[in-house]
């Protein structure tokens, strides 16, 4: 016989089952755990998730996801405002700073360019990048673009773009594998992919 949960926790295993390193098995176990613990593990949840659904939103200055806008990165006065690393996606960006090594502020492009995808140029943060680039206050732009093919494709098409911009432009270390993405990556690899970047040829 098939016993079936009710909707309302099935509805929860299915919402829970979609999120990124949760399949439906893990689903379901993390659920009952909600539900045998609800005044340490259920409640405290949902509050978190109102207070974040309340008062999420996307930085205007570097794309980053926050509770404030600007974000807390973009208005920390101790950060060096001279060197500016672009990253793909707002999880590189906590993946980079998660190693805390990184001094400086962030532009999240939003993407990266896919002919497959449909992705272009215009369909990136690619402008206002430049317009921060061109404000004269940035001397070091940080290319930290994921080691796959179009992340290189677009790494390339940046360096181009920001040749004539009075700025150096670098990218990371081999201490990102081929093929990986930041967000996969220890503290330990980005760390030696930051100490060891190097200036970009076009």
Not at 66 to 92: G, K, N, Q, Y
């Amino acid at each position: 016989m098939n016993i079936m949960s009710s909707p309302e926790i099935e509805a929860l295993t299915q919402a829970l089952s979609r999120l990124p390193g949760l399949g439906p098995r893990s689903a379901r176990r993390a659920v009952l755990h909600l539900l045998k613990r609800r005044e340490t593990a259920l409640k405290p949840l949902q509050a978190a998730l109102q207070a974040v659904d309340l008062c999420m939103s996307t930085c205007s200055i570097c794309g980053n996801i926050d509770t404030s806008d600007p974000c807390h990165i973009c208005t920390d006065h101790r950060r060096d405002e001279t060197l500016l690393a672009v990253v793909e996606e707002v999880a590189d960006l906590w993946a980079m700073d998660r190693a805390r090594l990184f001094a400086g502020r962030y532009h999240v492009l939003g993407g990266r360019l896919s002919a497959l995808e449909g992705v272009g140029p215009d369909d990136l943060s690619v402008e206002p990048l430049l317009a921060r680039v061109r404000g004269g206050v940035v001397s070091e732009v940080v290319l930290a673009m994921n080691a796959t093919m179009e992340g290189q494709t677009t790494l390339h098409y940046l360096a181009e773009r920001l040749q004539d911009a009075g700025v150096s432009v670098t990218t990371l270390a081999h201490g990102v594998p081929v093929g990986g993405e930041l967000d996969y990556l220890d503290e330990g690899t980005i760390a030696q992919a930051l100490r060891a970047r190097r200036p970009l040829s076009t």
